[in-house]
């Protein structure tokens, strides 16, 4: 009777772990859906991903800016000169001294156009002040005016400017594909997490049940042994069993605090809030049909896919690289044009006003033709350019076709699933039935306690593949959403960028 009560203990010991913590923690029932919606909003990584967006985005405002907006540039600059009188030694005739003072205010604004074209809006006004042979002078003169330059071949289509704006554009959607893919990343791991965590619950009460029928079986072999109706060897195979289920029903435990905090390290982004949450899953493991359409599945998953979507962006930017390689093989034509006005009074004002009427204006035009006596440099560009675009293509062929092998693999996975699920359960009730009849034989005299014992951890290995399968198909179907990119919308979320 003290073996009894000490295996009693041991069974309160062991199946009252999971009793106690729940007594110290808080239970917190939660759907799939709750558990991927706080995922989505609070998971690490999801989090350090969400900034390469607006990074990307800063980078390509700060190149439109590096090469559109004008700057404004001012020089104020005062210069004095004198020059002493003599007498010219060749001619004998005197030259006149002289002084001359000036205060110039230059300021201008310059810029490129998207075409390529450049402009300079300048202005000078200069205040002059002195004395020569003419006598004293002091007036003011102005020039004002606009010069450009545009080019009609090389840089006219494409420059180094707009091929880099352009890039930083595409750039800024590549970030939001991977972003994208961290969502579904992170939405698939959390629901195969959340069928673990059943799986391990469920796992327990496998492993509870094994330790249950190997009690009762080491009580019944131990009272025969007493009246002397079975061998001590049956009552220590019994204990072995009984042993074997109690360190299987700790590992049990183990496992569901391990697959508590992966699903909870997941959700969250401060896991000592966590800590002493219980997440208890509001689902059953159950086992739903699905019909699967192999060639729907490849072209929803080849049309979403984020990885082929950046592949996609990565050869439109190596199209504007090679358009701006080919374009650099043309000889530089520019058309070239200023036009201004000249100015010169007595004072500020009327410098002023007679620049405004624009009766003594000034403009050039013409073309600058300039072509290098060797094309070696932007040929050899463009050529690594087109190897590197055909190599890039050969790489996106490869991903489609990795990525349709992925789909095929993940619905004949699903598809195995499903059956295993029927057919663990069907072996489920054989062994239970088998165990059941053993039992049976055993107490009339017609079996032995090692054929019960066998078929007890048939029954749990059984009862284990019945719920790891039903585990399996619903993660299977995760896996099949991941692989057609539909994840988010399998989970009613919706992702958008500014």
């Known amino acids: 009777m003290r073996k009894i009560s000490l295996i009693g203990i041991l069974f309160l010991v062991v199946t009252g772990t999971g009793i106690a913590e729940a007594e110290t923690n808080t239970v917190r029932q939660m759907t799939l859906q709750e558990c991927v919606q706080l995922a989505l909003a609070n998971n690490f990584d999801i989090q350090i991903e969400r900034f390469n967006p607006q990074i990307a985005g800063f980078n390509y405002e700060r190149l439109r800016g590096v090469y559109y907006d004008p700057v404004f540039d001012t020089t104020v600059l005062h210069s004095y000169n004198s020059r002493e009188g003599g007498l010219n030694q060749n001619t004998g005739q005197p030259f006149p001294s002289s002084t001359s003072e000036s205060t110039t ?44 330059r545009q080019p009609l071949l090389r840089n006219a289509w494409i420059d180094a400017g707009r091929q880099n704006i352009w890039i930083a554009k595409r750039d800024v959607k590549i970030s939001e594909e991977a972003y994208r893919q961290q969502l579904m990343d992170i939405a698939t791991r959390v629901e195969k997490a959340y069928y673990e965590l059943i799986f391990a619950r469920e796992q327990i009460k496998v492993q509870e049940t094994a330790m249950q029928l190997a009690e009762r079986l080491l009580q019944e072999n131990r009272r025969r042994v007493e009246v002397g109706a079975l061998a001590p060897l049956d009552e220590k195979q019994a204990q072995s069993q009984y042993a074997k289920s109690r360190a299987d029903l700790l590992t049990a435990k183990q496992q569901l605090l391990t697959k508590q905090n992966d699903l909870k390290g997941l959700m969250s982004n401060n896991f000592r809030e966590w800590r002493e949450t219980i997440v208890l899953p509001t689902e059953k493991l159950i086992a739903i049909p699905e019909k699967f359409d192999l060639q729907e599945s490849w072209r929803v998953g080849v049309a979403q896919r984020p990885e082929l979507q950046r592949l996609r962006l990565d050869l439109e930017k190596r199209d504007i690289v090679l358009r701006y390689q080919h374009n650099q093989l043309f000889p530089a034509l520019d058309l070239t044009g200023s036009y201004g006005r000249n100015g010169l009074a007595n004072d500020f004002g009327g410098v002023l006003e007679d620049t405004k009427k624009g009766d003594n204006p000034n403009y050039t035009f013409g073309v600058v033709f300039s072509i290098p006596l060797s094309r070696r440099g932007p040929k050899n560009a463009y050529n690594a350019t087109k190897a590197e675009k055909e190599q890039a293509i050969l790489r996106y062929k490869k991903q489609e076709q990795d990525i349709l092998v992925s789909i095929e693999n993940a619905i004949g996975n699903a598809q195995n699933s499903f059956e295993r699920v029927k057919a663990s359960a069907e072996a489920s009730g054989y062994a239970e039935s088998a165990l059941q009849a053993e039992q049976k034989k055993l107490e009339s005299g017609k079996s032995t306690s090692f054929n019960v014992l066998q078929l007890q951890r048939d029954l749990t290995e059984r009862r284990s593949d019945e719920i790891r399968a039903l585990a399996d198909y619903n993660q299977a179907l995760a896996d099949i959403a991941f692989q057609e990119a539909t994840t988010l919308e399998r989970h009613h979320f919706s992702v958008s960028f500014k």
């Open 105 to 148: 205010v230059s300021p201008g604004i310059t810029g490129v156009l998207p075409t390529g074209l450049t402009y300079d809006f300048a202005q000078n006004i200069a205040h002059r002040t002195g004395s020569s042979s003419g006598g004293p002078f002091d007036f003011y003169d102005s020039t004002t005016g606009v010069s450009m």
